[in-house]
């Protein structure tokens, strides 16, 4: 039995948040109405399981191991390292195969097709892996999770899943797994509840350079491809105080980039009620002392404009970069999906921030194949991409998803052709990527050595966010450096050490 369907620990759970009302922005969509702040005794209650689960593990010899496998955005990965924190307060240490793990989580994305198909043939392989070790446990979370077909069908066709929950519940893991162990049954906890703002749930980074803070959860701009919405539930935001805390800790602890997540990081705050919006709080995560560059993601068009540029500009620690979505060129196609802008005011947001930070490093994501979208609504893409001159672009394939709006839209395009366009616009933009590369060569930029390549080269980022290759000693990673570049690629820069 989950949580949903125990009264007790349900009641107890009601008893321990407070519920306020979040806004919504479209009266249409489906009815997820409240934002249920986990009240701190709440999580001190999950510990305390973490603490009968850890007990547990140790009546049996051997230290218990644990795979967490991650799909998707940056979010999962910062929710995945949430689940870590939990795990690794149960006792268990962590391995990067579940051949031999105790317990396999996989946390999943749903965002296309492809994703969901990856993880289901994931899932279908570990009846192998739990054929051998038949006390693994099976656990699938993640946006996936929250899919009542999905769940369904996991249920049904994957009978040695052990625990399945959506990411509203994340906070929740070390209840839902004391009652898998205990109870012995599978568990379910995939309903659609209210989205969720849980502090201090613990926390084990997997980089001690580079760390993700999750500004927000959830959205609400029901763009009419997306998936986000309906397994994220409503946009809610950290307060700032709990944000400015972790990015203390962070700098603190030396970290040298730090990026701030949303979905839609430019309507932060608005669900506050505390007149701070996200331009203000880059200033203030700017003013936190040491020696990081400020990364966010992600910025809708309708959203962002010349407050947020101003503040970026102004702001020594935020790097000169925009991950600025346009979806599509085509007004017409951009009105079909929901967007909000059009073609002629995205152009004007580039230029204005631009005119504000001219070397700025301008990355974007495009849809191709939008259902109706013409041959020349396709060739209004390609004219944006040569008009914006991206740094990189990520490209996708229009990929149906249940329930959304995109699903039941006529969509005669041949897959052929789409696919056409789509390997057209790819190899038109890594031209411009490989053009706009080259102007760096001759150059010497700051950069933030992050990693050793299986080359042995050390991988380093610009402050703009580049790739550089370079030659040097491994003891330089997590420093900042200056490079000199003297060759480039499509993907990458090539330089030296100064
Ligand atoms: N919140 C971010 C996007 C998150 S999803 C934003 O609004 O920009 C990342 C990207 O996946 C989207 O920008 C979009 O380009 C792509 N995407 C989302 N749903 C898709 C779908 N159904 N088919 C193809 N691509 C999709
Ligand atoms: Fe999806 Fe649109 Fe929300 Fe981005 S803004 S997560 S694309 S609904
Ligand atoms: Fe995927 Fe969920 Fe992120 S659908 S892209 S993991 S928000």
């Not at 519920?19 to 709440?42: M, R």
């Not at 017409?332 to 001219?358: D, G």
């Not at 933009?429 to 060569?441: D, F, L, P, T």
Request: hydrophobic residues 35%.
């Amino acid at each position: 039995m989950s949580y949903l369907e125990n009264p007790v620990s349900l009641c107890y759970t009601i008893f321990c948040i407070t519920i306020c009302i979040s806004q919504i922005q479209n009266p249409e969509e489906p009815a997820l109405k409240e934002t249920l702040t986990i009240a701190p005794a709440e999580i001190d209650r999950q510990l305390f399981y973490c603490d009968r689960i850890r007990a547990r593990l140790a009546e049996r010899p051997g230290q218990k191991k644990a795979f967490v496998d991650t799909y998707g955005c940056q979010q999962n990965e910062a929710d995945s390292e949430r689940l870590r924190g939990y795990l690794a307060r149960m006792g268990y240490s962590f391995t990067d195969t579940e051949e031999g793990a105790d317990l396999v989580l996989l946390n999943t994305c749903a965002i296309r097709e492809h994703a969901e198909q990856r993880v289901f043939g994931n899932v279908g392989a570990l009846s192998h892996t739990k054929r051998r070790h038949p006390a693994q446990i099976i656990c699938v979370c993640g946006c996936m999770a929250r899919q009542d077909h999905v769940s369904k069908r996991l249920k049904q066709s994957f009978p040695y899943v052990d625990l399945v929950f959506g990411p509203q519940l994340l906070w929740q893991f070390p209840e839902l797994l004391l009652e898998k162990l205990d109870g012995g049954k599978r568990v379910f906890a995939t309903d659609d509840v209210p989205g969720t703002v849980a502090e201090g749930v613990p926390v084990v980074r997997q980089n001690d350079i580079k760390g993700w803070v999750s500004i927000m959860y959830g959205c609400n701009n029901f763009c009419t491809y997306c998936i986000v919405p309906y397994v994220r539930g409503r946009e809610r935001s950290r307060r700032p105080e709990d944000i400015l805390a972790e990015v203390r800790e962070l700098a603190r602890a030396g970290y040298k980039e730090i990026t701030l997540l949303g979905q839609n990081v430019n309507s932060y705050g608005k669900d506050l009620d505390l007149g701070v919006d996200f331009a203000w709080l880059l200033e203030q995560v700017n003013e936190v002392p040491g020696e990081f560059v400020i990364r966010f993601m992600t910025s809708h068009p309708k959203d962002a404009g010349e407050r947020l540029f101003d503040v970026m500009a102004r702001c020594e620690k935020v790097a000169p970069s925009l991950h600025l979505p346009f979806q599509s060129g085509s007004s017409r196609v951009l009105k079909a999906m929901n967007r909000h802008y059009t073609r002629e005011s995205y152009l004007k947001l580039v230029h204005q921030l631009r005119a504000r930070i001219p070397d700025v490093v301008l990355t974007s994501d495009v849809i191709v194949g939008f259902p109706g979208e013409t041959q020349e609504e396709f060739e209004e893409t390609m004219s944006l991409i040569e008009e914006v001159r991206y740094d990189a672009l990520y490209t996708f394939i229009f990929s149906p998803r249940r329930g959304t709006p995109a699903e039941k839209l006529e969509d005669p395009m041949p897959k052929e052709q789409k696919s056409a366009n789509f390997q057209r616009l790819l190899k038109r933009q890594n031209e411009i990527s490989g053009e706009k590369h080259r102007a760096y060569v001759g150059g010497t930029y700051r950069c933030l050595v992050d990693g050793v390549g299986t080359d042995g080269r050390l991988s380093a980022r610009t402050v703009g966010g580049r790739l550089i290759h370079l030659e040097g000693s491994a003891s330089l990673v997590g420093t900042w450096q200056q490079a000199r570049i003297s060759d480039s690629s499509t993907w990458a820069l090539f330089g030296d050490l100064v």
